[in-house]
């Protein structure tokens, strides 16, 4: 039985040292919407933590805001750019600002892709999973566009 996981554990530990290589060591990213937050995001390797201001609409046309921070795992690297475009999953805490979560304290889980348009230009479409005490639990689009310095 050993014998049988000896093999697939090799090729996976290769698998995540390589694509951590592949992680920009330092990297900053300007948020100008949603996803995260529109905010700032500090990453290094496959983890970043970001912190902001995060508005949705769980009804057509109507805003809700929060203040957010979190963080995010990268994984499954991407094309052969600078900074790969990959794919991510994080988990954030929001506080509630506007209408029926005003104050409240509401947590979130969101997965998504992020690709790199063009240099430090990149694009992130994902789906969030937001709940809070008293409150359903709400699924929505994340799109984002972001701008990421590499230091």
Known sequence: MQKNLLLPSILFLTSM??????????????NGFRNPSIGLEYQQNHLSVHGGYYVTNFTSGVTTEF?????????????????????YAGASYLRGLTRDYNDKDAFAV????RWYVWKGLNLRL?????????????INPTPSISYSFQF
């Open 17 to 30: 040292a390589f694509a951590q290589g592949k992680f920009p060591k330092h990297q900053i990213s300007i």
């Open 67 to 87: 203040l957010k921070t979190g963080v995010t795992y990268w994984f499954l690297p991407v094309g052969h750019n600078e900074i790969p475009s990959s794919f």
């Open 110 to 113: 969101e997965t998504g892709f």
């Open 126 to 138: 994902g789906v969030i999973a937001l709940t809070a005490q008293g409150e359903d639990l709400k």
